[in-house]
């Protein structure tokens, strides 16, 4: 059975999520974990506007979930770790039928990090699988959703630091990491991108995921992360990442980087490109910076047909990730 993994921008049955439960996520004070819970389920509200959201909820956070979370987001019950869906969940392939299937990567929790807890994520793709009643893909690659974005035409953007990267994958080869890409998402053509941003490979980064650095268009052209300050440290990687797919003959597109240089923990790496594509929306990760209008014009560009909705998405960068990392999308599927 051959299947392949739909682009983001096409159709979606529904929007997956899930609710921020325990650990460095959540947060220690009342005041973390209050921002935490908000922004979170701000993001699963806003979705909840344009198309089905479900969102994955710890049984012993049901109460307080239904606190937060509007009414029209289904509540699908389930014991987790964290709150990363993009990269714990499915990734959602079909075949030539139009028929759903989950593949199940193997989540190690972002190359075996000391803080991280996966016990229970690790399942979570089985158990979305069952829950629709779709077919699983196993695989023996570590990989997260957040590690690769694929163009619909056969083609998809990873980083070498990540499907690569020992703790996940210890002595893989890119040959054996596009076979198994090959076998479970569809995909023929990859472009390798050298790495991610500079604050990835922190202590609470995934050490090069791509869904912040760049991003394929409908049109086939990629978005990437500009980073025009010479003072970051991700301006010397923007201008690479920009090299390297006029180098795969790719057309990249400039989507700036916010202004905003630092905050307490050091360089920030807040990126425009960690947005998630819905079948009426655009969900923006804003900043307060001057910069957020002029990327919600640039994605209205790209997508004419679709709202583009700011969310302040600072408090999901403070914990390692964006309004992509937290969202999954089911893409609609024929019976």
């Known amino acids: ?41 701000n993001v699963a509200n806003t979705a909840s506007n344009f198309e089905k959201v479900t969102a994955i909820v710890h049984p012993k956070d049901l109460a307080m ?37 989950c593949v199940n990567w193997v989540f190690n929790g972002w ?24 077919p699983r893909v196993d695989s023996e690659m570590v990989n997260e959703g957040g590690g690769i974005h694929v163009n619909g035409q056969g083609q998809v953007l990873l980083t070498e630091t990540v499907q690569l990267d020992p703790g996940r994958n210890p002595n893989w080869t890119k040959e054996q990491v596009e076979e198994e890409l090959s076998r479970t998402i569809g995909v023929s053509d990859f472009v390798w991108l050298k790495q991610g941003l500079t604050r990835d490979y922190d202590e609470f980064g995934t050490r090069g995921h791509v869904d912040i650095v760049a991003c394929y268009l409908p049109d086939q052209r990629v978005l990437f992360h500009d980073q025009k300050n010479q003072n970051h440290p991700d301006f010397p990687v ?6 390297q797919l006029v180098d795969a003959e790719l057309a990249p597109v400039s989507l700036p980087a916010p202004t905003t240089l630092r905050d307490d923990e050091g360089f920030v790496d807040y990126s425009y490109v960690n947005h998630y594509v819905m ?39 403070a914990r390692g990730g964006g309004i992509h990392c937290i969202t999954q999308q089911e893409p609609v599927s024929k019976p």
Request: proline fraction near 4%.
């Open 1 to 41: 059975m051959t299947y392949v993994m739909p682009p983001e921008w096409d159709q979606h049955e529904r929007t997956w999520i899930a609710f921020p439960h325990d650990g460095y996520t959540l947060g220690e004070t009342p005041d973390e974990q209050y921002a935490a819970r908000k922004t979170w389920a």
């Open 238 to 243: 923007s201008e690479a990442v920009k090299q």
């Open 279 to 317: 079948n009426d929306a655009v969900l923006l990760g804003s900043f307060e910076d001057q910069n957020d209008k002029e990327a919600q014009a640039i994605l209205r560009e790209c997508y004419p047909d679709r709202e583009v909705v700011l969310i302040d998405a600072r408090e999901l960068f």
């Open 111 to 134: 190359g075996a990090q000391s803080w991280a807890s996966f016990e229970n994520d690790s399942k979570i793709a089985t158990e979305i699988a069952g829950f629709l009643g779709a």
């Open 65 to 101: 979930a239904k606190k937060f979370l509007s009414r029209q987001v289904e509540i699908f019950d389930l014991v987790i770790d964290d709150a990363w869906v993009r990269d714990s969940g499915p990734t959602f392939v079909k075949n030539e039928a139009g028929e759903l299937a």
